[in-house]
């Protein structure tokens, strides 16, 4: 009895693996030809791509707007709140290294010193000259007086001595009218030698005023409440403690607008002229995929531009999200897709079934049980479908997969359109 359980028990496992064997053979064959029917319905076409959140509006907080002025042409953020901190209107945000400008102001210092002694060193010279002027002035006078006594006295004298008295005293008129018009001359130059050098000491005392004015800017406060987000640099690096701000763009963060959330995403040259405002789209948070947001195409750059560590030219898009999420925060990724063509009854097939040269499309279907290639026309594609317009019908069956001796297989073109 033991034994005949053993020989029955080795019969069924070798009907087993005979079965299996056969089997296994069934499933080979059949993946050597799998045929197919054409697809017919609503058929879409997408564009994946990659974003990151941003608000699509907010307020810049920059640091001292005039510090070209000062010719200065970049600072560094010496030190800035963390990114993400909320803040209250007036509150300390960053501030900016002030080494430079506190070198100028000292600069300034010295020169404004250096300028008043100047200012007042005009000032005495001038005092002076004008003094020894004004004595001048008064000794022609005695001078003229005594020449006047002279002639008064020469009249009596023989006809030259009161002829050279008379000279004397006409030399001694002129002198001192020369005199006093060089007086005036020389009062007006000592007013512009003091004009000079007090409007040079005041526009000092100006550009050091407006330094120190300046300096206050270099501490930055937030202008409105809200959560602090890091500004930009060129290369898309945030500007963090160490950065450098531009004099021409000194924005260190920004206090963005959660209600209004927008993606913004990057296209290839190759698929940008499928996209255009308006277009509908689906975001993903990488953050929570099981989240799904809508948005709508709001923007497509018109010039494309190179991203850092790429070789490919790329074109900036931005979708707006329809949703208020008070979740959504600036910078998180996204996983967007553009719906870039929607159309109904529509016959598609995969991209593994249809093949093409530079002269033509075509797939591998049968007929009356043989294998050939039927040309068709194909339209819109998407990563995994291709469209169909014209050359096959619902109802036909298409090779999956490329059968052996595929080259030699014959071709069925297109038909011929209908001649009314």
Known sequence: MKKWLIVSALAALIIFLVWLSGFGKKVIAGGEDIFISPNIGLFQVTI???????????????????????????????????????????????????????????DEELSIQEFESRFEQVKLDCTLTLANARNDLINLKYALEERLLYKEQSRYEAPS????????????????????????????????????????????????????????????????????????????????????????DPVVATLPDLTVMQSLTYISEVDIQKVRPGQSATLRLD?????????????????????????SKVFEVIIEIHQTDSTLRPAMTTSNEILVASLDSVISLPLEAVHANDSLTWVYTRKESSLHRRQVLPGLSNDTHIQ?????????KVLLNIPEGAEQLPILPLPLPSVQ
Do not use: C
């Not at 953050?287 to 790429?310: C, F, H, M, R, Y």
């Not at 169909?388 to 036909?396: C, H, Y």
């Open 388 to 396: 169909i317009s014209g050359g096959l019908k619902q109802t036909d």
């Open 161 to 248: 001595v009161a002829r050279q008295a008379e000279i004397d005293y006409d030399k001694a008129i002129r002198s001192l009218q020369q005199a006093r018009e060089n007086y005036v001359t020389m009062v007006q130059k000592a007013t512009a030698q003091m004009r000079e050098a007090e409007t040079e000491l005041l526009i000092k005392k100006k550009r050091l005023t407006d330094y120190r004015e300046l300096m206050k800017g270099f501490t930055i406060f937030a202008p409105k409440r809200g959560m602090v987000i890091y500004a930009r640099e060129w290369n898309g690096r945030r500007k963090t403690e160490g950065s450098t701000v531009n004099a021409w």
């Open 287 to 311: 953050a929570d995929p099981n989240k799904i947001l809508t948005g709508e195409v709001t923007n497509v750059a018109n010039i494309g531009e190179q991203l850092p560590n790429s070789d």
């Open 48 to 106: 994946t791509s990659t974003g990151e959140l941003q608000a699509k509006n907010s307020v810049d907080i920059k640091g001292p707007a005039n510090v070209r002025s000062a010719r200065i042409w970049e600072m560094k953020i010496h030190k800035i709140v963390p990114e993400g901190t909320v803040v209250d209107s007036g509150a300390f945000v960053a501030e900016l290294d002030k080494s430079e400008l506190e070198s100028k102001i000292k």
